[in-house]
């Protein structure tokens, strides 16, 4: 049976419904409208169009895989009929957030790196943000492959551009995102008196939760080997639900090495027992906690 203008309209209408609801945040509801035009017969929208609002709407909804799955195919598509850049630039941003997201840092930096080469115009138009977001993604990822160095290099070139921002809440938002991650980097690099300079610099009300999350125990952490062990101790209850098994560890110890600082040997000790036979914790953790229960040996002889 032919397909009428009027079934056209109605799927042209679909899609636009699916992409309000994408604006509106209601992800699920955005990838359902999506699946349904893919899963009919002769849709005349553009598959790559449906296949990247899908996959940006995975990726937002926390379904990586899916997303990974949905942009590749949809950039394979894109760049086969050299439709227009500003779309790669799109699809290349959620496709790079997503291998990150999967924990494929290297993967994550290529795609990074190739969207870079679609910024023609930076400093004289919106894209400036395309940049930072571009430059803050390849340092992050950087910095959970354990390149504090390289993690640094890309935060303080974000730090030149931010300022160049037009748009006044996003000028702000990247600012402080930019400060917590040089000072975050300067941490790795245990350069204590630069990372305190930029954490103690941040508004946090402009960070959403989750960078909130991290930001609390980066600022734990500077705490806690800054010597500021009564503010470390005082943050525990903002950072004990805190990231994977090895961060769990390193609270822990920092914990530990507060309380002993502090001369409350028992609540130390408390602390470091939960890390002495953890496999899961960096190799600084489990040296640093050996030395500290026997130095609260020596102190109950």
Same mark, same amino acid.
């Given at each position: ?27 699920? =509801?955005?990838? #359902? !409208?999506?699946? @349904? /035009? ?9 598959? $790559? +169009? ?52 999967? =924990?494929?840092? #290297? !993967?994550?930096? @290529? /795609? ?9 115009? $930076? +400093? ?71 990372? $305190? ?88 953790v489990k040296a640093g906690v050996s030395g500290f229960l026997r130095k609260l040996e020596r102190k109950s002889q």
């Amino acid at each position: 049976m032919m397909k009428t203008i009027h079934d056209s309209r109605n799927e042209q209408a679909e899609f636009d419904r699916a992409m309000g609801l994408f604006d509106d945040e209601k992800y699920s =509801e955005a990838i #359902d !409208i999506c699946l @349904n /035009l893919l899963n009919s017969k002769d849709c005349n929208i553009a598959e $790559y +169009e449906l296949r990247m609002l899908l996959g940006m709407a995975y990726s937002c909804a926390e379904q990586y895989n899916d997303a990974i799955t949905q942009l590749e195919i949809a950039l394979q598509e894109i760049q086969d009929n050299e439709e227009d850049d500003h779309l790669t630039l799109i699809m290349l941003y959620y496709l790079a957030s997503s291998y990150f997201a999967v =924990e494929k840092f #290297d !993967i994550s930096i @290529n /795609l990074y790196e190739k969207a870079s080469h679609y910024l023609h115009h $930076y +400093e004289d138009s919106g894209q400036i943000v395309d940049l930072c977001r571009f430059l803050i993604g390849k340092g992050r990822c950087y910095l959970y492959l354990g390149i504090p160095d390289k993690a640094l290099h890309e935060f303080i070139k974000a730090e030149k551009y931010v300022k160049m921002i037009p748009f006044a809440d996003y000028k702000d938002k990247y600012i402080n995102m930019t400060k917590f991650e040089i000072g975050r980097a300067y941490v790795y690099l245990r350069k204590l008196k630069l990372a $305190y300079k930029y954490m103690t610099n941040i508004d946090t009300s402009a960070m959403d939760s989750g960078d909130i999350a991290h930001y609390n125990f980066t600022i734990f952490k500077l705490y806690a080997l800054h010597g500021n062990y009564k503010a470390a101790v005082q943050m525990h209850d903002k950072v004990k639900d805190f990231g994977s098994a090895c961060d769990q560890s390193e609270i822990a110890y920092l914990m530990g090495i507060s309380h002993f600082h502090l001369k409350n040997f028992n609540e130390a000790r408390r602390f470091l027992l939960k890390v002495q036979d953890s496999k899961e914790a960096y190799d600084y953790v489990k040296a640093g906690v050996s030395g500290f229960l026997r130095k609260l040996e020596r102190k109950s002889q």
